[in-house]
């Protein structure tokens, strides 16, 4: 596609019910990243994945959150029994060369705002 | 571990007005300093990347500079306008994914 596209981009859930949102890159790109923001505070990083494989998971909070990517193109991140403090903004990112290379330009899609209820 | 820090968190110019948004970094082994935009209730657009081996890149009203000796980036907006107004982002990366600064929220007063 043109841009990175996120879905849902609006899902309201009940407290201890599981999510998934959905991540589809730019074409092309090998690297896909997982952010969040929540309310008044920066983006933290969540997962970072090269192909299917995830070099780098250390930001993802506790064992309730997992994301998996498939082909080499779509990711699902998953969220189990949610808790109110997993509200926020679920950002995906893609960019076409690895983490570590120069002029790695990272692009961003809308986001996935969660709430939890 | 990379930090990234944004000064002022806040700004507020009159149109028409150059600016310059300040972003620091503790750890000077980057390869790449990202600046974006973010508009309420949007995702991150990307303005500007300036490599490591580079001083300076340019986008029409924008330019962003990098020294990465002192660990600094500066992001120079000219002529402001009503448009301009949202929140920049600026965020280095090395060998790790980019880590973000908290962002300048700004507004352009017509």
């Known amino acids: 596609g043109a841009g990175v596209s996120q879905s849902p981009s609006n899902k309201v859930t009940e407290k201890g019910k599981d999510v998934e949102l959905r991540c589809d890159p730019i074409?092309?790109?090998?690297?896909l990243y997982w952010y969040r923001q929540s309310l008044g505070q920066g983006l933290e990083f969540l997962i970072y994945?090269?192909?299917?494989?995830?070099?780098?998971k250390s930001g993802l909070p506790s064992d309730r959150f997992s994301a998996e990517r498939t082909g080499g193109s779509v990711s699902t991140l998953t969220i189990q029994r949610t808790q109110q403090e997993d509200s926020a903004v679920y950002l995906c990112?893609?960019?076409?060369?690895?983490?570590?290379?120069?002029?790695?330009?990272?692009?961003f899609g809308e986001g996935s705002w969660l709430t939890v209820v | 571990k990379q930090e990234v820090t944004q000064i002022p968190a806040a700004l507020s110019v009159p149109e028409g007005e150059n600016l310059v948004l300040n972003c620091s970094f503790t750890?000077?082994?980057?390869?790449?300093l990202q600046w974006f935009r973010q508009d309420p209730g949007k995702g991150l657009t990307s303005l500007l990347l300036?490599?490591?081996?580079?001083r300076e890149q340019t986008s029409g009203r924008l330019n962003a500079s990098l020294d990465k000796s002192s660990g600094r980036s500066t992001l120079y907006i000219a002529a402001s306008q009503p448009g301009d107004s949202a929140t920049y982002l600026c965020?280095?990366?090395?060998?790790?994914?980019?880590?973000f600064g908290k962002g300048t929220r700004l507004s352009v007063i017509a």
């Open positions: 990112a893609s960019s076409k060369n690895p983490v570590g290379g120069l002029g790695n330009t990272i692009y």
């Open positions: 300036i490599q490591s081996s580079q």
């Open positions: 750890d000077s082994a980057i390869y790449n």
């Open positions: 994945f090269q192909g299917n494989s995830a070099p780098d």
């Open positions: 074409s092309g790109h090998t690297a």
């Open positions: 965020a280095a990366s090395g060998n790790t994914p980019l880590v």
